[in-house]
């Protein structure tokens, strides 16, 4: 996963927008596809644990397209997605650095929704890192 984010902080909650590349692992098999592009905006709410070190809740809500054609739906489909990062820690490396660890990452892009939708949930973890 690639992600891009965008924000504005107000205090313990910032705003902003975010575009992600999502490509789809198969864990069943050895398989990659071009998996999904997302888009949409977030909602964070920070509280410091210690000086350098606080903790995250992250929302996200957009839409979502397709990147690969598989049976039934088509590369272009364009659907929801919806996205939770759930106490994610943010440790401070600098004066306007941040590493980002979360433990507790789901994301749900959805297809296709006007008739049999196209669901790929997944439960990920991810380091990211920020400048503030």
């Known amino acids: 996963m690639t992600q891009v984010q965008a924000g504005y902080g ?3 909650v910032a705003l902003g927008i975010v575009l992600e590349h999502n490509p ?20 964070s709410f920070r ?8 903790l995250r809740f992250e929302g996200i ?3 979502s397209v397709l990147l690969f054609s598989t ?7 364009v659907g929801l997605w919806l996205a939770a990062r759930i106490m994610g820690l943010d440790v ?8 980002g660890i979360d433990v ?14 196209f669901i790929y949930p997944q439960w990920r973890w991810s ?4 400048f503030m």
């Open 10 to 12: 107000l205090g313990k």
């Open 47 to 54: 509280w410091q644990l210690t000086r350098g070190i606080g």
């Open 92 to 99: 401070r490396v600098g004066k306007h650095a941040v590493v």
């Open 127 to 130: 380091i990211s890192v920020a």
């Open 24 to 43: 789809f692992v198969d864990i069943s098999r050895p398989a990659i596809s071009a998996g999904a592009f997302g888009f949409g905006g977030f909602v």
């Open 71 to 77: 049976y039934g739906y088509v590369r272009g489909d």
């Open 61 to 63: 809500a957009g839409g």
């Open 104 to 117: 507790v990452d789901v994301s749900l892009p959805a297809f296709h929704l006007d008739s049999m939708p």
